[in-house]
């Protein structure tokens, strides 16, 4: 049984910077493909970012490019999303998110952290 638990949300001024970790137990890390999803208040859940087995290939979501980056270290089975230049409208929880198939945008990952909750006050 796999399982995906986040930390290093906190509450955070405008334009700081946060990082997420989210470490993974249970089977081989490296088979996985993980990703990031978030959800704010009264929105629908929202692809961040996907990264790849290796950590080579990362997809993000426009919104986010160029602000957050995605990494993921094998040897610790920890992947991390940096978050830059944060926004109010940044503020939701995050999920760390992972599948041994490549999903991709869509929410049909098949394993989900309990989410770590990131707000950013103005």
């Known amino acids: 049984h796999v399982q995906l638990r986040e930390s290093g949300g906190a509450l955070v001024q405008a334009l700081a910077s946060l990082r997420l970790s989210c470490a993974v137990s249970?089977?081989?890390?490296?088979?996985?493909?993980m990703g990031w999803f978030r959800q704010a208040p009264g929105k629908e859940r929202e692809f961040v970012a996907s990264?790849?087995?290796?950590?080579?290939?990362?997809d993000y979501a426009d919104t986010f490019k160029g602000r957050f980056t995605s990494s993921r270290d094998n040897a610790k089975n920890t992947v991390y999303l940096q978050m830059n230049s944060l926004k109010p409208e940044d503020t939701a929880v995050y999920y760390c998110?992972?599948?041994?198939?490549?999903?991709?945008?869509?929410?049909?990952?098949?394993?989900w952290g309990q989410g770590t909750q990131v707000t950013v006050s103005s």
């Open positions: 990264i790849s087995r290796t950590g080579s290939i990362i």
């Open positions: 249970g089977r081989t890390f490296s088979v996985y493909v």
């Open positions: 998110v992972g599948d041994p198939s490549i999903i991709g945008r869509v929410s049909k990952w098949d394993y």
